[in-house]
Each structure stands twice: as structure tokens, then as C-alpha cells.
């Protein structure tokens, strides 16, 4: 096993209905540790420049509407594997298909204000996490 860090954005929805320790206890209980947190409203700027890699996307401009819609907790996540231990404990994008128990299962309004996001890859949770913190901010 390989000790990781990951990203993970708990997203408008999820703020907007007070769901920020229940995810959290979701995170903490699956082995995971917070390392870095903070309540953000992620401008316009910041949420094109974030979700660039899907500006060609049909959904792009959607996406960074609700993104900017009200608060999000962006966080830093350690942990065993914690890339794939961060996507299994959130479970599928639609939430109609997640697994019982995971955080979009549970907390999901739909496909689009699905609770969370998180990192898909080392590279990506690299980029990520350095795109909201500093070394500084991250205190493990």
C-alpha cells in the first residue's frame, strides 16, 4: 500500500444542505485523514480555469454555474491509496448506480450536484491540490 493524498471538493449542494460533517465523518471513517480544509466560493475565474479540461463540453458552462452557486469545502485527503479509497467511499457519479453506504448514494441530489468530487489519478491530485493550497495550509 502506498500512502497518497488526494483533492476532494464537497460541492454547492452538498454545502447549501449543512452536509459538510456527514461527509466528512464518510471520509474520516473510511481511513482517510483531513489534512487540509477550507470553505471557499469559488469564483467564476477559478471554477473555468479548474474545469478547463472540459471546455468543450456540452455541460462545461453549466458545470461552472453551479460550481460558483454558493460555498464549497475544498480539501486535502492522506491516506493508505487514498485516490481509489477517496472514489470508492464517494461512489459512481450517478448516484442512482452508487453503491450503498457511499457519500452520493446517500447525499446526491443527481448526476450534476452529486456531493463531491475527487481526484482521479496522482497527477491530477498533484495539480488539484496545489491549485487551492499551499505547503503551507496542509498540515499532516
Given at each position: ?5 488526494t483533492?476532494?471538493?464537497?460541492k ?5 444542505r449543512n ?9 474520516e ?23 478547463a479540461?472540459?471546455?468543450?463540453r ?17 480539501q486535502?485527503?492522506?491516506?493508505q491509496n487514498?485516490i ?9 457519479t ?20 452529486n ?14 491540490i ?10 499532516g
Amino acid at each position: 500500500m502506498t500512502m497518497q493524498r488526494t483533492f476532494s471538493i464537497i460541492k454547492p449542494d452538498a454545502t447549501r444542505r449543512n452536509l459538510t460533517g456527514a461527509i466528512n465523518s464518510k471520509i474520516e471513517a473510511s481511513g482517510l485523514r483531513i489534512i487540509g480544509q477550507k470553505r471557499i466560493h469559488m469564483s467564476d475565474r477559478e471554477a473555468r480555469e479548474f474545469y478547463a479540461i472540459h471546455a468543450e463540453r456540452p455541460f462545461y458552462n453549466d458545470l461552472v454555474s453551479f460550481m460558483t452557486s454558493g460555498p464549497v469545502v475544498v480539501q486535502v485527503l492522506e491516506g493508505q491509496n487514498a485516490i481509489t479509497a477517496y472514489r470508492e467511499v464517494m461512489g459512481s457519479t450517478n448516484p442512482s448506480e452508487a453503491a450503498d453506504g457511499t457519500i452520493r448514494k446517500e447525499f446526491a441530489e443527481s448526476i450534476e450536484a452529486n456531493s463531491v468530487h475527487g481526484s482521479d489519478s496522482i497527477e491530477n491530485a498533484a495539480i488539484e491540490i496545489s491549485y487551492f493550497f499551499t505547503d503551507e495550509e496542509i498540515v499532516g
